[in-house]
């Protein structure tokens, strides 16, 4: 184990709760997902002996050799970058919960990806596009509340709320205090879809002080990602 890895975590996690406190929040409300993209599965064990319960991968190819290595630690994996429709399968394998879902082929790819073995359904945020660039990933806010009875007439789905990045080039809370709003809009077409994904290792304080249930931290607590192999 890195030296300094437990107390990277610690950190953060004091970091999340004094949020958490300011914002009039319960800390114990908020789910901190390490995200280990690059790193070794080795990394992922040493989080595990920490009590990390929670983490989230990038990319499917390094979700589903991560899960398949570690398949008994007891983690939920959560898929976090742009979902394909053509890995719907692999990723709907591995993922305990996807983030990323932004149209109606990745809602129908995930369904149709579903196992026959009565599973339970699978946990999806929303991603909203808070950017005016239709290029970015996340659904267009004028078309979230279709994508969201879409979504929530799949039986093998499970809608839990919404998730987003804040711009670079914008204040991170007006862009949470945003999605926020959006957040209610889901609601009012699925009631209990109350999670908020949103906040990395910059700008958690923000998304905590606007809503977040989940917070997707890597860097903060798993140290530089390692070149890319």
């Known amino acids: 184990m890195t030296p300094d890895l437990p107390d990277r975590l610690a950190d ?3 970091r999340i709760a004094d949020a958490a406190r300011r914002a009039g929040r319960d800390p114990r409300d908020i789910t901190r997902i390490v995200v280990t993209k690059f790193h070794p599965t080795s990394l992922v064990e040493d989080l595990v002996r920490l009590g990390v319960r929670d983490v989230g991968e990038n990319r499917q190819q390094e979700l589903s050799a991560k899960r398949a290595e570690l398949p008994d630690a007891g983690l939920r994996w959560h898929f976090v970058g742009q979902a394909q429709a053509n890995k719907a399968r692999a990723i709907r394998a591995a993922a305990s919960a996807v983030h990323s879902v932004d149209r109606a082929r990745i809602v129908d790819a995930l369904d149709a990806a579903a196992p026959d073995d009565g599973a339970d359904p699978l946990d999806v945020f929303l991603q ?7 290029g970015r990933g996340g659904v ?3 078309d ?5 009875e879409h979504a929530t007439g799949c039986r093998s789905l499970r809608v839990r709320g919404v998730m987003a990045v804040a711009p670079l080039d914008e204040d991170p809370a007006d862009a949470f205090e945003r999605l926020a709003g959006y957040s209610r809009r889901v609601r009012s077409v699925v009631p209990d879809a109350t999670w908020i994904s949103a906040g990395m290792t910059a700008d958690f304080a923000e ?3 606007a809503g977040a249930t989940h917070l997707r931290i890597g860097s903060a607590i798993t140290g530089p990602r390692p070149p890319r192999g």
């Open 140 to 142: 267009a806010p004028a």
């Open 12 to 14: 953060v996690d004091a």
């Open 207 to 209: 998304a905590i002080a």
């Open 128 to 134: 909203v596009n808070l950017t005016d660039d239709a």
């Open 144 to 148: 979230l509340e279709r994508l969201a």
